[in-house]
């Protein structure tokens, strides 16, 4: 009986190990399961996809409440898609990145929900302005900066030390080069197929602008937008420009030796020093100025967030854009991706200086972020997008003078901002 009695005791402390055992080992699982979920949908693959998971990752090991939790949509397009079908079906994320432009359909649709509860404006004062301005819809931000990117001109060194050239600093000085590179089988510059970026640009430079702008009306029509389109329009037509056709995009004709200039995105610089052929070299500068006025283009995405998300998921969606936003993180997706720093900091700090310093053909795109610009997002800008994109294409294609294209795009524009309201 006394040795019955000890292997009863004996089992009652093994058993009571084990419980004290178990629950010491089920206590993390227990709170790594309370963090606040964070879905994430993007459009980013290769290694643009390989460095944002990175700083996914690094998020969440850098806080205990949320975790995020990234999904690649495959690419913008089917990002879009898959962002109107979720509206519908009541099954968005927390946050997706989208086109800033995006946002006023978004809001018109009921289904997103501003940062302003959950971001303080001193955490948004070292972004660029520029990136700020077109985050902001009906007084409110609706939308956060993602990845940027700015035009660019490309440069063939060969070619300009060949022809005893110095870089012009203006669009007229570009123009001027035409005929004396065409008599010795030279392209002065290739676009892209479409170059509404640079036209976007120029027309801005001349005091114009192709989309309306917050209090201004329409203006396309105008003198100034007309003789900055013909900087363009003419290179094109005596064939001193071209535009990449079926190429797609103008690096192809460039990285050929066939013309002395590119004007491109600074997102596509990883992608041409990978392709560049040898015996190739070249370099990136500043878009020119015209009319004494500089000007480029900001392209790319930002991040919104959802009604349908809960007051937790919304305040975890912030602190992850927060954490995207601060110099460290900016930074590293600059010098991953090809895209531009989105704080006014990064310009200061010594370990991007160096960066910049081994890979020179970024310089241009930081130096570029204090005269970007982004147009102004409104009800029917997609459509407006559109109609100026059918517009360049006519000018192009048929040859149809601004004369006669822009004063109908103002028609249309104007008819689609009407209608939008």
């Not at 089920?26 to 790594?32: D, I, L, M, Y």
């Not at 700083?55 to 999904?71: A, E, L, T």
Request: proline share 4%.
């Amino acid at each position: 009986m006394k040795k019955l009695r000890q292997l009863l005791i004996f089992g009652l402390c093994l058993l009571t190990t084990v419980t004290l055992l178990s629950a010491c080992t089920s206590h993390p699982k227990s709170a790594a399961s309370s963090r606040v979920t964070i879905t994430f949908w993007h459009g980013m693959t290769g290694p643009r996809k390989t460095a944002l998971n990175k700083m996914i990752r690094d998020f969440n090991q850098s806080q205990s409440k949320y975790k995020v939790i990234g999904h690649s949509q495959g690419n913008s397009t089917a990002l879009q898609q898959k962002i109107t079908a979720a509206a519908k079906s009541k099954t968005l994320p927390t946050i997706a990145q989208t086109a800033y432009t995006n946002t006023p359909d978004y809001v018109k649709g009921g289904f997103v929900t501003s940062f302003d509860p959950y971001i303080n404006k001193t955490e948004l004062s070292d972004i660029y302005p520029a990136f700020l301005q077109s985050s902001k819809y009906q007084g409110k931000y609706y939308a956060m900066p993602f990845s940027k990117s700015v035009r660019v001109l490309f440069y063939n060194q060969d070619l300009l030390k060949q022809e005893g050239l110095s870089l012009p600093k203006t669009w007229m000085g570009i123009q001027k080069l035409g005929p004396q590179l065409k008599a010795k089988g030279i392209t002065t510059i290739a676009f892209d197929q479409s170059y509404d970026a640079e036209l976007d640009g120029l027309v801005r430079q001349s005091g114009a602008s192709f989309f309306p702008r917050p209090n201004n009306k329409v203006n396309i029509a105008s003198k100034r937008a007309l003789a900055a389109t013909h900087i363009i329009w003419d290179m094109l037509q005596n064939g001193t420009a071209v535009t990449a056709g079926t190429d797609g995009y103008g690096s192809t004709k460039f990285l050929a030796g066939k013309t002395l200039f590119y004007s491109g995105s600074s997102a596509g610089i990883s992608t041409m020093l990978a392709s560049t052929p040898k015996g190739i070299h070249w370099r990136t500068a500043p878009l020119p100025s015209y009319q004494g006025k500089r000007a480029t283009t900001i392209s790319g995405s930002d991040i919104v967030m959802f009604k349908s998300a809960s007051t937790a998921q919304r305040k975890g969606g912030a602190a992850f854009v927060k954490f995207l936003l601060n110099k460290k993180q900016t930074i590293y997706w600059a010098e991953k991706t090809g895209y531009v720093p989105l704080v006014k900091s990064a310009q200061m700090d010594k370990g991007y200086q160096q960066y910049l310093a081994k890979n020179p053909t970024a310089k241009a795109a930081e130096q570029s972020l204090s005269f970007g610009f982004q147009d102004s997002a409104f009800l029917g800008y997609n459509q407006a997008r559109l109609a100026m994109l059918k517009a360049i294409s006519e000018m192009t294609a048929n040859h149809v003078t601004p004369e006669k294209a822009l004063p109908a795009l103002q028609t249309q524009m104007e008819q689609i901002v009407k209608s939008a309201q």
